[in-house]
């Protein structure tokens, strides 16, 4: 596998810009001779749609849900970063550009990461133009406020709604294009494969999720943009139907697939509170901007959590960060914790939770004032836990949220597989090791307004495309493909639920391979992990047929997926012999007990090569050369 | 925390096979429900139960689980969205029942909504009111500073409250005529009261009630229904906006 970023040369200003100028231009009335194909309506997918239907090229797009518009980017809380220095504190390109290498822990790209700070604030001014109703202040301009790992104020918002108004203001523009001819949607469609037809990415297969009918559809390129895996975990802060396997489809037709081990736990949502729990509900972080995280001194401290007098609380992330305090990294916060349990400090029913404590900014600022802002966050823990928040301290635990891992991408976007295209969360890019809160919703309208209309012209203008239609026999073969994993599933006749193996998947994943992973516990997952893979192929219970709406059946699809994905998840973490951001190997840390890097032997991406079914897969490196930023250990103290 | 025992409840679901098949309400015992279930996730334990004897479970559709995707709706025993004020189905949780209940569960009942099957019902129809005018037209790349262009902090507070519409169709879904007068309204409010939705102001307001018209929703006659169950608590103000913006558009627009 060859992995050429094609980063541009010159000084790091100047690349994306020299980059553009460059890059080739397809004349305006030849781009509606091409068809690309996005899969994926939330930020990344709608704003690409969006932008490359104005420019004229003919668009399909293709979303799981009844309407793109409730794409799991919809339920972003906290807010999107920009280095507008609108509050002059300080602020600038070059400080989000460090600050988001250092957050992921120096381990991504930096002509990425300093294209995406560049970007950022063209994407603030795109979003107000187009009615995206940011909170402002008194003088009618746009308001910020804090976020993780950065000790500016440029996280932009829309109450606890963020990614619902960033959402709804890309699909908006959208319909728009839809309106004027240049955007076809194609809702209630799951891609299930990638048609490659003489090298390039050439068309996808996808099934009609109403009448289950297989459908073909080609284009001269292929844009991913289907979102993170975290449902690996089973449990996690995702919405349901977030998956792999249009990644794992793309992977197994030759897409690179990079650092599938950086998973990112976020340290406050709300615990479980029992086995049928189906999902974990995030409470932002924009909570910690007021609330303080503390468990009590002593280990199995019983008190109900306002009798325990201030002197006997221990503010862990202040105490150990106290630059930072509360504001630490999601990876190093969810660490905290973690540690505070293990020691015995846990609180609530289980144990398995520490405090968020509103009580102190109450007091400063009034309990209005903090309603103003989180009101919505606080009725959703009530609606959950049935617990008052102003009242009585949240209680939270980390939980699996994002994932920095995904299809390897060169500067332009586009995987390893020609004409085949990755942008938000499907792609590995611009997170590293570990993502900084409000940086997923820049990053997927990064990608889509501004990244991918620039770029792919690169790609249509300096290629020759033979004709190719859906009727051709790659696509038939394709079908053929999906049509036997469906029947084979549905064949197997067995007693246990798609959910059961999901669930058992994902205990092996959060226990073995969660937030400490080590040599013993990984090699434990190794070996599991193809036990429950094989239980499933014998003894899976699935109702109903292919050619009708079957829900069991998309469920089973997508499980079958993680089932593989995850044992390449696990090989790349017990690769991975350094502690690096959310990746944390047990064996590897500093005498503080914090993540300890390897730069000297992990200072690269790894992408994993698909070489054929029941073969192992290849390990393949991109070396990551930091000529802008000086290396140095994060530290947040 | 609600530690309360578990407990058991009936519930009769409406179960329709494909959208021109006959469809009945089925009674389904589930047993062992923890108070701290939400209502979907009940519902996830009887399609379980129906799954491993080989039986077709629920379909329901549901994805966030947090009440913002807008995929879930029911209508719980006669109430849209079931009893909670200003939250979606899947916010439910079954504290709010007892054991022995016996809870009905159907889909959303609505002309422009037919059902695909059981409790799933097709809304592109909202897609398409939008698609009619719900932008600002402003392509890519073109925009100024956005600061330049102050807004007026009760606007953009206002605005927000009408741009949370979760799109989920619980307003038309309880209006007894099925309009969709709030939905339309607030997107209409949303763009008008903010500076940049200015110039399209009359254009949107005449395509987006046409488009509602052509869908074949029904009008509005002040019955409140839409407020009372809209889980984002979108007011009928937004109507009135929309009525106002379309009669002025009717009087000046030139199109
Ligand atoms: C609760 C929560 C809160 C968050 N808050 C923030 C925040 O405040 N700030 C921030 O920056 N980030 C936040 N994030 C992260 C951020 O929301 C996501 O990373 C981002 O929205 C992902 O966008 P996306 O466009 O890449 O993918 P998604 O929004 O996940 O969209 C994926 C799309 O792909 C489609 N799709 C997937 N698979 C297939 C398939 N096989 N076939 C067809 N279609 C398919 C889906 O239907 C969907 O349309 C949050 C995440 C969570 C879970």
Same mark, same amino acid.
């Given at each position: 596998?060859?992995?050429?970023?094609?980063?541009?040369?010159?000084?790091?200003?100047?690349?994306?810009?020299?980059?553009?100028?460059?890059?080739?231009?397809?004349?305006?009335?030849?781009?509606?001779?091409?068809? +690309?194909?996005?899969?994926?309506?939330? @930020?990344?997918?709608?704003?690409?749609?969006?932008?490359?239907?104005?420019?004229?090229?003919?668009?399909?797009?293709?979303?799981? *849900?009844?309407?793109?518009?409730?794409?799991?980017?919809?339920?972003? *809380?906290?807010?999107?970063?920009?280095?507008?220095?609108?509050?002059?504190?300080?602020?600038?390109?070059?400080?989000?550009?460090?600050?988001?290498?250092?957050?992921?822990?120096?381990?991504?790209?930096?002509?990425?990461?300093?294209?995406?700070?560049?970007?950022?604030?063209?994407?603030?001014?795109?979003?107000?133009?187009?009615?995206?109703?940011?909170?402002?202040?008194?003088?009618?301009?746009?308001?910020?406020?804090?976020?993780?790992?950065?000790?500016?104020?440029?996280?932009?918002?829309?109450?606890?709604?963020?990614? *619902?108004?960033?959402?709804?203001?890309?699909?908006?523009?959208?319909?728009?294009?839809?309106?004027?001819?240049?955007?076809?949607?194609?809702?209630?469609?799951?891609?299930?494969?990638?048609?490659?037809?003489?090298?390039?990415?050439?068309?996808?297969?996808?099934?009609?999720?109403? =009448?289950?009918? @297989?459908?073909?559809?080609? !284009?001269?390129?292929?844009?991913?943009?289907?979102?993170?895996?975290?449902?690996?975990?089973?449990?996690?802060?995702?919405?349901?139907?977030?998956?792999?396997?249009?990644?794992?489809?793309?992977?197994?037709?030759?897409? !690179? @697939?990079?650092?599938?081990?950086?998973?990112?736990?976020?340290?406050?949502? +709300?615990?479980?509170?029992?086995?049928?729990?189906?999902?974990?509900?995030?409470?932002?972080?924009?909570?910690?901007?007021?609330?303080? +995280?503390?468990?009590?001194?002593?280990?199995?401290?019983?008190?109900?959590?306002?009798?325990?007098?201030?002197g006997e609380r221990d503010y862990f992330l202040e105490r150990r960060y106290p630059a930072f305090g509360n504001l630490v990294p999601r990876d190093i916060a969810s660490r905290a914790s973690k540690a505070m349990i293990d020691e015995g400090r846990g609180v609530g029913p289980t144990g398995l939770s520490v405090y968020l404590d509103f009580r102190d900014s109450i007091k400063r600022k009034g309990e209005d004032k903090i309603r103003e802002e989180y009101g919505n966050l606080f009725d959703m823990y009530h609606q959950i836990t049935d617990e008052n928040g102003y009242k009585v301290p949240m209680r939270i635990y980390p939980a699996s949220h994002y994932t920095m891992g995904g299809l390897w991408v060169d500067y332009n976007l586009m995987t390893t597989v020609p004409g085949l295209f990755a942008l938000g969360e499907a792609n590995f890019s611009d997170h590293g090791a570990n993502r900084l809160g409000a940086s997923a919703l820049m990053q997927g309208l990064a990608d889509g307004f501004f990244v991918i209309p620039a770029t792919i012209g690169g790609y249509l203008g300096g290629s020759k495309f033979e004709p190719v239609n859906a009727t051709a026999a790659e696509f038939k073969a394709g079908e053929s493909a999906v049509k036997n994993k469906l029947n084979k599933l549905l064949a197997i006749k067995g007693k246990k639920t798609p959910t059961e193996f999901h669930r058992q998947l994902g205990n092996v994943m959060w226990n073995d391979c969660g937030m400490g992973r080590t040599e013993t516990t990984l090699k434990k997952a190794l070996k599991k992990i193809p036990e429950i893979r094989e239980e499933f192929w014998t003894n899976l219970a699935l109702p109903g047929t292919s050619m009708e709406m079957n829900q069991t059946l998309e469920k089973a699809f997508k499980v079958a997926d993680f089932l593989e994905f995850s044992e390449l998840l696990v090989k790349d973490a017990l690769e991975r012999k350094e502690s690096c951001g959310a990746h944390f190997r047990e064996e590897s840390v500093t005498p503080e007990g914090e993540a300890r890097r390897d730069d000297a032997n992990f200072s690269h991406a790894a992408v994993w090569e698909y070489k054929g079914e029941g073969k192992e897969p290849a390990l393949n490196k991109e070396p990551l050369v930091f000529e802008n930023i000086k290396i140095a250990e994060r530290n947040y103290k | 925390m609600n530690n309360s025992k578990h407990f058991n409840v009936t519930i009769r679901v409406w179960r329709q096979s494909g959208p021109d098949e006959q469809g009945r309400m089925v009674p389904y015992e589930v047993k062992d429900i923890s108070p701290d279930m939400s209502f979907l996730e009940m519902i996830d334990v009887l399609n379980e139960n129906l799954i491993k004897k080989?039986?077709?479970?629920?379909?329901?559709?549901?994805?966030?689980?947090?009440?913002?995707?807008?995929?879930?709706?029911?209508?719980?025993?006669?109430?849209?969205?079931?009893?909670?004020?200003?939250?979606?189905?899947?916010?439910?949780?079954?504290?709010?029942?007892?054991?022995?209940?016996?809870?009905?569960?159907?889909?959303?009942?609505?002309?422009?909504?037919?059902?695909?099957?059981?409790?799933?019902?097709?809304?592109?129809?909202?897609?398409?009111?939008?698609?009619?005018? !719900?932008? +600002?037209?402003?392509? =890519?790349?073109? &925009?100024?500073? &956005?600061?330049?262009?102050?807004?007026?902090?009760?606007?953009?507070?206002?605005?927000?409250?009408?741009? &949370?519409?979760?799109?989920?169709? &619980?307003?038309?879904?309880?209006?007894?005529?099925?309009?969709?007068?709030?939905?339309?309204?607030a997107k209409i409010s949303q763009l008008a009261l903010l500076p940049q939705g200015e110039p399209e102001k009359q254009t949107r307001a005449l395509n987006m009630v046409a488009a509602m018209d052509c869908e074949k929703f029904g009008n509005c006659s002040n019955e409140y229904e839409c407020e009372a169950v809209c889980p984002k608590d979108i007011k009928v103000s937004n109507i009135a906006r929309m009525n106002r913006e379309f009669m002025l558009a009717n009087l000046f627009s030139k199109h």
């Open positions: 596998m060859k992995l050429d970023a094609q980063i541009p040369s010159g000084p790091i200003e100047k690349k994306w810009d020299s980059h553009k100028f460059n890059t080739k231009l397809v004349n305006p009335n030849n781009k509606r001779k091409f068809d +690309i194909l996005v899969v994926g309506t939330g @930020l990344a997918g709608a704003s690409a749609a969006a932008s490359l239907g104005e420019l004229g090229y003919n668009v399909k797009v293709f979303c799981l *849900q009844d309407t793109p518009r409730r794409a799991h980017s919809i339920a972003a *809380q906290g807010g999107i970063n920009a280095a507008k220095n609108y509050p002059n504190d300080g602020d600038s390109v070059w400080r989000l550009f460090h600050d988001t290498i250092k957050g992921g822990d120096y381990r991504a790209r930096e002509a990425n990461v300093y294209r995406l700070a560049q970007i950022s604030n063209q994407i603030i001014d795109h979003c107000a133009a187009i009615g995206v109703p940011f909170g402002r202040e008194y003088g009618g301009l746009l308001s910020t406020r804090s976020f993780g790992g950065a000790q500016v104020s440029r996280t932009f918002y829309t109450r606890g709604q963020t990614g *619902q108004q960033l959402l709804l203001g890309a699909y908006s523009a959208m319909m728009r294009q839809a309106a004027a001819g240049t955007v076809k949607i194609y809702p209630r469609r799951e891609m299930a494969d990638i048609v490659i037809s003489n090298g390039r990415a050439r068309g996808i297969t996808v099934r009609n999720l109403v =009448t289950g009918e @297989l459908e073909n559809y080609s !284009g001269h390129a292929v844009l991913l943009c289907t979102g993170g895996y975290a449902n690996v975990f089973y449990l996690s802060t995702n919405a349901a139907l977030c998956n792999v396997s249009a990644a794992w489809a793309a992977y197994k037709k030759g897409a !690179g @697939l990079a650092n599938p081990c950086f998973t990112q736990i976020h340290p406050t949502c +709300i615990p479980r509170s029992g086995e049928h729990q189906s999902k974990l509900t995030l409470m932002s972080e924009s909570l910690r901007n007021d609330g303080r +995280i503390w468990v009590p001194k002593t280990k199995g401290d019983k008190r109900h959590a306002n009798e325990i007098p201030e | 080989n039986e077709q479970p629920i379909t329901v559709e549901s994805d966030c689980r947090e009440g913002i995707c807008g995929c879930c709706g029911l209508v719980v025993n006669g109430e849209v969205h079931g009893p909670d004020e200003h939250s979606t189905v899947c916010q439910l949780h079954m504290r709010r029942f007892k054991d022995g209940d016996i809870i009905t569960v159907e889909p959303w009942r609505v002309r422009s909504f037919p059902i695909i099957k059981d409790l799933a019902v097709d809304r592109s129809a909202l897609d398409r009111i939008i698609q009619a005018g !719900g932008y +600002i037209s402003v392509n =890519t790349g073109a &925009a100024p500073d &956005a600061n330049s262009i102050p807004v007026n902090k009760d606007n953009a507070e206002e605005a927000m409250d009408s741009a &949370a519409c979760i799109g989920c169709g &619980a307003c038309v879904a309880a209006c007894p005529n099925g309009a969709a007068m709030l939905f339309t309204g």
